[in-house]
């Protein structure tokens, strides 16, 4: 795809125009900034599409601003380096995003790449596990400050268990994978595409799912960058939105980036992007609310969150649905 016929869609320079019109001076304030700092992750499959195929370096090259891409492990790790200001985009679970706002993480989620069932908890076939009950006293791996953690306190809550009845091993999510494979933990709280690899490469069982406890994945911006460049913000976001629509009409060639960044095959990416994953809805909206509001009152419920926030506040503060509506008003005027 070149330049010009991103052009053609309202995204690129022609898009940034657009933007000038509709809110004139807007990044005049700030400096360029000489690089936009942008993570991909193998659970953000449209990030996969983005940094293969270089659109984010087309729209921005004629700024003479470069792109720099780092990769996240987890949404721990995004977030992480989100708040070192080690990149100025990233790609989290929504109710991870949630608790890293409430510890301080200056961030707005700004855009939703997929409404995924990226997260069940898993188990080997011989470890005698068949409900979540059974974990009472076993290791199970996971890792803090992600969805995946986030689901197993919320899968243990509703059968009356507490993190303290297990034994948690804090590791990043290939090394959870790695640790349940070879027996040293009972269980894992997976994450795609780790988790449709061992399934299918490894006869790992999925043994309490429940999509509606996944949180969306979003995308994050820091706070200053956003205060500071909200005419790139949007850029980013319309560039991004177009690798949405065109991963959702070309899910070969998604399933081939996804392929070959994560070294996955055929079929474990064919599992994770046709059974777990919804690329159909960019605009935080209310729905989005309510499912990481009601992963909130878990973790407050948990401990983890302080009693006396406000939930629903806080959930209000991350989502900032502006710069992808201003995106989508700015590209439906140019049609």
């Not at 199970?140 to 009356?160: E, Q």
């Not at 939105?241 to 070959?260: D, F, G, T």
């Amino acid at each position: 795809m070149t330049l010009g016929s991103l052009r053609k869609l309202g995204f690129s320079v022609t898009f940034a125009a657009v933007v000038a019109l509709l809110a004139p001076g807007m990044d005049a304030a700030a400096e360029q900034p000489e690089t936009i700092r942008i993570d991909y992750a193998y659970y953000n499959p449209v990030s996969l599409v983005l940094k293969d195929q270089g659109w984010l370096e087309e729209e921005f090259a004629a700024d003479g601003i470069e792109i720099e891409w780092v990769l996240s492990l987890g949404s721990n790790k995004a977030l992480e380096l989100l708040n070192s200001s080690s990149v100025d985009f990233g790609s989290t679970a929504g109710a991870a995003a949630l608790l890293g706002k409430i510890y301080g993480n200056p961030i707005k989620a700004v855009y939703v790449y997929s409404r995924p069932e990226w997260t069940a908890l898993v188990t080997r076939a011989d470890t005698g596990i068949g409900t979540v009950k059974d974990l009472k006293g076993k290791r199970v791996a996971v890792t803090r400050g992600t969805d995946p953690y986030i689901f197993l306190l919320r899968a243990l809550d509703r059968f009356g268990l507490t993190e303290r009845d297990i034994e948690s091993v804090l590791l990043q999510h290939p090394d959870g994978k790695t640790a349940l494979m070879n027996g040293d933990v009972d269980a894992w709280a997976g994450l795609d595409p780790h988790m449709a690899q061992a399934e299918l490469n490894g006869g790992a069982r999925l043994f309490f799912r429940d999509a509606s406890l996944n949180t969306y994945g979003v995308l994050n911006v820091r706070e200053e960058f956003a205060e500071e460049h909200p005419e790139l913000v949007e850029r980013v976001l319309a560039v991004y939105e177009y690798a949405r629509k065109w991963s959702i009409e070309h899910p070969a060639e998604l399933k081939q980036a996804l392929v070959a960044a994560a070294k996955i095959s055929d079929d474990v990416a064919e599992k994770q992007l046709t059974e777990r994953t919804d690329l159909s809805n960019p605009v935080p909206g209310a729905a989005h609310r309510e499912s990481i509001a009601a992963a909130g009152v878990v973790l407050q419920a948990s401990g983890i969150i302080d009693e006396d926030e406000s939930i629903a506040a806080r959930v209000d503060e991350l989502l900032d649905p502006r710069y992808i509506e201003n995106v989508l008003e700015a590209q439906a005027a140019l049609q």
